[in-house]
T-cell receptor
Framework: KNEVEQSPQNLTAQEGEFITINCSYS?????LHWLQQHPGGGIVSLFM???GKKKHGRLIATINIQEKHSSLHITASHPRDSAVYIC??????????FGKGTRLSVIA | DAGVIQSPRHEVTEMGQEVTLRCKPI?????LFWYRQTMMRGLELLIY????????DSGMPEDRFSAKMPNASFSTLKIQPSEPRDSAVYFC??????????????FGPGTRLTVL
């Protein structure tokens, strides 16, 4: 059974800081998703990756398949980045397994 | 496209009442998922459909929960009778036709259910 662990559970940062959120999973996967959930509740997909690194604006996602670990980085953080960030692991053709999320608060 | 549509957005009901949550997936999407989100357990998959057929309902907590997908553009999740522990946010998500379970899912805005 694949388990997905995220750390930290909660994170408070000052505006402008570099932020890292970590995700570890227990078995080999075919893809890893990062999702964002704003205080209003909606969930949007940020990245889907199976190797290497992807970048979109100030967000960067990396994955290390051998170490079963992925990170989400936010550069020059801003209060509008405040949200819950969720990672989810895909194992072949089975439903996604979700982490419990990391609640990020960026203070001006 | 309007995205995945869920209704109602908020539901407050009393214990023992029947609750029906509704979802309209994005047109052209043929896989649909129902999730429950709580602070303690995060996002949990309840059931998913492919081409309107239920594929895996092992996440449905008990017989009080049932889900249907009568056609490609509509699904319901019913709780009867509801209990306070069912209070959560329920999300519906869909995947485009041809996509696999590992692909990006498109989430609806969720229904916040409170059972008193």
């Amino acid at each position: 059974k694949n388990e997905v662990e995220q750390s930290p559970q909660n994170l408070t940062a000052q505006e402008g800081e570099f932020i890292t959120i970590n995700c570890s999973y227990s078995v080999g996967i075919s893809a890893l998703h990062w999702l964002q959930q704003h205080p209003g509740g909606g969930i949007v997909s940020l990245f889907m990756l199976s190797s290497g690194k992807k970048k979109h604006g100030r967000l960067i996602a990396t994955i290390n398949i051998q170490e079963k670990h992925s990170s989400l980085h936010i550069t020059a953080s801003h209060p509008r980045d405040s949200a819950v960030y969720i990672c989810a692991a895909a194992l072949g053709n089975t439903p996604l397994v979700f982490g419990k999320g990391t609640r990020l608060s960026v203070i001006a | 496209d309007a995205g995945v549509i869920q209704s109602p957005r908020h539901e407050v009901t009393e214990m023992g009442q029947e609750v029906t949550l509704r979802c309209k997936p994005i047109s052209g999407h043929n896989s649909l998922f129902w999730y429950r989100q709580t602070m303690m357990r995060g996002l949990e998959l309840l059931i998913y459909f492919n081409n309107n057929v239920p594929i895996d309902d092992s996440g449905m907590p008990e017989d009080r929960f049932s889900a249907k997908m009568p056609n490609a553009s509509f699904s319901t999740l019913k709780i009867q009778p509801s209990e306070p522990r069912d209070s959560a946010v329920y999300f519906c998500a869909s995947i485009p036709k041809g996509g696999g379970l590992a692909d990006t899912q498109y989430f609806g805005p969720g229904t916040r259910l409170t059972v008193l």
